[in-house]
C-alpha cells in the first residue's frame, strides 16, 4: 500500500520563495506609489505658508515653487548662468561635461525647483550683482522681483529607501552667509517629512569646502554608506581612483539610518 509522504524540502522552499517575492513587489510597488504622490504635489509651500518670506539679516526674499518640465527659457538661462558662476571652480576640468548632465537634468518632467527671489519690496541697490545686470530681464517669474538663487530637487529612491534627493541648491554671492540656505534647508527637511520620505540626499564636490563645512558640520549632515569613499575605499586606492565627491544625507527613521548612515566603527 502506498503511503503519502510529507512535502518535500524544495516545495516549502519554492513556496517560501514566492512569499518574498510578493512581498518585495508589494513593497515596491508601495514605495513607487509614495514617489509618485509626492512628485503630484506641484506648489509644497502651500503646506508651509511661513517659508514662503524670509526677511532677516538684510535680506527680504520670496520663495515659489517650480517644475522642470514648466522653466521658461530666461529661468533656464539664470540657472544656467549661476550653476557656472558658482560650480566651475569646484569641477575643475569636469565641468564642461557636467554642465551638459545639469542642462539636461535641468528640464526633467520630476525635477522639483523651489525659485529664490528678491521680494519687490526690498532695495534693489543692495541685492544686484553683475549677473543680474547682465540678465535681459530682471523679472524671471511673473511679477516676482530678480531671482537670486534656486533649489532642485527630486523625489526617487536610494537603496530602496524613499528619499528627497537635492540635486542643486544654489545661492548668489550678495545672499549667502546670512542665513538663507539654512533655511531653505529646513524648508526641503520639512518637505521630505511631509511626503514620508526617509531622508534628505544630496551630492557634493569636495573640493567646495564651504558647502562641505555647512551640509556636515552645521546642518550635521553625514556622509552616507553609499558614498564613493564609503562604498569600497580600498578598491579606488587600490586603482589610484580618488572621486571627486561625497554623497550626504541625513535619515528619519531607523531603517534609513541602517541602511544610508550607519557609522563605520573604530577601536
Given at each position: 500500500?502506498?503511503?503519502?509522504?510529507?512535502?518535500?524540502?524544495?516545495?516549502?522552499?519554492?513556496?517560501?520563495?514566492?512569499?518574498?517575492?510578493?512581498?518585495?513587489?508589494?513593497?515596491?510597488?508601495?514605495?513607487?506609489?509614495?514617489?509618485?504622490?509626492?512628485?503630484?504635489?506641484?506648489?509644497?509651500?502651500?503646506?508651509?505658508?511661513?517659508?514662503?518670506?524670509f526677511?532677516?539679516?538684510?535680506?527680504?526674499?520670496?520663495?515659489?515653487?517650480?517644475?522642470?518640465?514648466?522653466?521658461?527659457?530666461?529661468?533656464?538661462?539664470y540657472?544656467?548662468?549661476?550653476?557656472?558662476?558658482?560650480?566651475?571652480?569646484?569641477?575643475?576640468?569636469?565641468?564642461?561635461?557636467?554642465?551638459?548632465?545639469?542642462?539636461?537634468?535641468?528640464?526633467?518632467?520630476?525635477?522639483?525647483?523651489?525659485?529664490?527671489?528678491?521680494?519687490?519690496?526690498?532695495?534693489?541697490?543692495?541685492?544686484?550683482?553683475?549677473?543680474?545686470?547682465?540678465r535681459?530681464?530682471?523679472?524671471?517669474?511673473?511679477?516676482?522681483?530678480?531671482?537670486?538663487?534656486?533649489?532642485?530637487?527630486?523625489?526617487?529612491?536610494?537603496?530602496?529607501?524613499p528619499?528627497?534627493?537635492?540635486?542643486?541648491?544654489?545661492?548668489?554671492?550678495?545672499?549667502q552667509?546670512?542665513?538663507?540656505?539654512?533655511?531653505?534647508?529646513?524648508?526641503?527637511?520639512?518637505?521630505?517629512?511631509?511626503n514620508?520620505?526617509?531622508?534628505?540626499?544630496?551630492?557634493?564636490?569636495?573640493?567646495?569646502?564651504?558647502?562641505?563645512?555647512?551640509?556636515?558640520?552645521?546642518?550635521?549632515?553625514?556622509?552616507?554608506?553609499?558614498s564613493?569613499?564609503?562604498?569600497?575605499?580600498?578598491?579606488?586606492?587600490?586603482l589610484g581612483?580618488?572621486?571627486?565627491?561625497?554623497?550626504?544625507?541625513?535619515?528619519?527613521?531607523?531603517?534609513?539610518?541602517?541602511?544610508?548612515?550607519?557609522?563605520?566603527?573604530?577601536?
Amino acid at each position: 500500500m502506498e503511503s503519502k509522504g510529507l512535502p518535500s524540502n524544495h516545495s516549502n522552499d519554492n513556496r517560501e520563495n514566492r512569499v518574498k517575492r510578493k512581498e518585495v513587489l508589494e513593497k515596491k510597488k508601495a514605495m513607487d506609489e509614495l514617489i509618485k504622490s509626492a512628485s503630484a504635489d506641484k506648489d509644497p509651500l502651500s503646506s508651509f505658508p511661513s517659508f514662503r518670506h524670509f526677511d532677516r539679516n538684510g535680506l527680504s526674499i520670496y520663495l515659489k515653487s517650480g517644475c522642470g518640465d514648466k522653466l521658461s527659457s530666461s529661468i533656464k538661462q539664470y540657472i544656467m548662468r549661476l550653476l557656472k558662476a558658482n560650480m566651475e571652480a569646484p569641477y575643475g576640468f569636469e565641468w564642461p561635461t557636467e554642465e551638459k548632465v545639469k542642462r539636461s537634468e535641468m528640464v526633467a518632467p520630476e525635477a522639483r525647483y523651489i525659485f529664490v527671489h528678491e521680494a519687490p519690496s526690498a532695495s534693489t541697490s543692495e541685492i544686484l550683482t553683475m549677473s543680474e545686470r547682465k540678465r535681459p530681464s530682471n523679472n524671471c517669474v511673473e511679477d516676482r522681483g530678480p531671482m537670486v538663487g534656486f533649489v532642485h530637487y527630486r523625489f526617487t529612491l536610494e537603496e530602496k529607501i524613499p528619499v528627497l534627493y537635492v540635486y542643486e541648491l544654489q545661492l548668489e554671492p550678495c545672499v549667502q552667509a546670512k542665513g538663507l540656505g539654512n533655511f531653505l534647508m529646513q524648508l526641503i527637511e520639512l518637505i521630505a517629512c511631509k511626503n514620508r520620505m526617509s531622508a534628505v540626499v544630496l551630492t557634493v564636490q569636495k573640493a567646495n569646502s564651504l558647502a562641505m563645512n555647512f551640509y556636515l558640520n552645521k546642518l550635521r549632515y553625514v556622509v552616507s554608506t553609499v558614498s564613493p569613499s564609503r562604498v569600497d575605499p580600498l578598491i579606488f586606492v587600490q586603482l589610484g581612483i580618488e572621486k571627486s565627491y561625497e554623497i550626504l544625507c541625513k535619515a528619519f527613521d531607523h531603517e534609513a539610518k541602517a541602511i544610508l548612515e550607519v557609522m563605520i566603527q573604530t577601536h
